[in-house]
């Protein structure tokens, strides 16, 4: 299994990060992308991608509670940490309209700056959108063809938007909430998606799902989204474990796990 979204940079995580990454690996985990959500997350999350090369893999960018924070300075920054080798995406940007915790025209100002980014440095671009799904469309098919790769990260949507956003290109991230009991429609989206472009995450330590829920999430969680996937698919579990790690794989250009 690959977990295509986790915060191992977090508080929450790296005070016990050699522990949650060896449960993870007991538990079947193959890879994690570890996702930037700020300047300094993103600095830690390549630090931490260098320590556990070929296990941990980092993505750097700006979240949109942020976006104000992509100064001039903080946007050469992030293009220095992303052509790092261990960085295989930019991210996560986005636009998030219910918290709105940074204006919304600084939110598309930062997002076309990282959609920028990924372009120059050929890498996939991690995105999060709260209330903004059609935006968030508007915004990317300015860049068709011109991104190697893109993530709708922790999707919630309708079928309608899955379809648009798989048109468009995107790989639709599947994470802890599949699990709940309130997950009827997704579990309905989720079988209108085709199968290579299904990635399963855990956005730890965010979201943990059903036995956990409530409790601090991890990666050695994911086989809980993996199997709620697969019941909805009507599907083997190891199936699905094995096409949305194949997905990542090939998205993000992973190497061999060194772990």
């Keep these: 299994m690959v977990d295509s979204h986790a915060h191992l940079n ?17 538990r079947g985990v193959q890879a994690i992308i570890n996702v930037g959500y700020d300047l ?12 556990f090369k ?33 960085v295989v995406a930019v991210g996560e940007t986005g636009l998030d309209f ?23 440095v050929k890498k996939p671009v991690i995105i999060h959108m709260r209330n903004s799904a059609s935006e968030v469309l508007n915004v990317v098919s300015n860049y068709k063809g011109l991104l190697k790769g893109l993530v709708a990260h922790c999707f919630s949507g309708d079928e309608a938007i899955a379809t648009e956003f798989v ?3 995107f790989h639709i991230g599947v994470a802890g909430n599949i699990t709940f009991k309130s997950s009827g429609e997704l579990q309905k989206v989720i079988r209108s998606i085709p199968l290579d472009r299904l990635l399963a ?11 956990h829920r409530g409790k601090r999430n991890e ?41």
């Design 219 to 259: 990666p050695a969680y994911l086989m809980h989204v993996v199997e709620s996937i697969a019941t909805a698919l009507g599907m083997p579990t190891k199936d699905i474990a094995d096409v949305t790690a194949r997905n990542a794989v090939l998205l993000f250009n992973l190497r061999a796990s060194k772990r």
């Design 54 to 86: 070929g296990f941990v893999w980092a993505s750097v960018g700006i979240h949109p509670h942020n976006a104000t924070s992509l100064t001039k300075e903080a946007l050469a920054r992030l293009k220095e940490l992303a052509l790092n080798d261990v």
């Design 167 to 169: 048109e468009l290109g």
């Design 201 to 211: 995450e855990t956005d730890s330590p965010y979201l943990a799902p059903v036995p």
């Design 40 to 51: 300094s997350s993103s600095e830690i999350a390549v630090e931490q991608a260098v320590r």
């Design 10 to 26: 977090h508080p929450a995580i790296r005070g016990d990060l050699e522990a949650v990454l060896e449960r993870a690996t007991e």
């Design 98 to 120: 219910y918290r709105n915790l940074s204006p919304k025209h600084e939110q598309f100002k930062a997002f076309e700056a990282q959609l920028e980014l990924a372009c120059e």
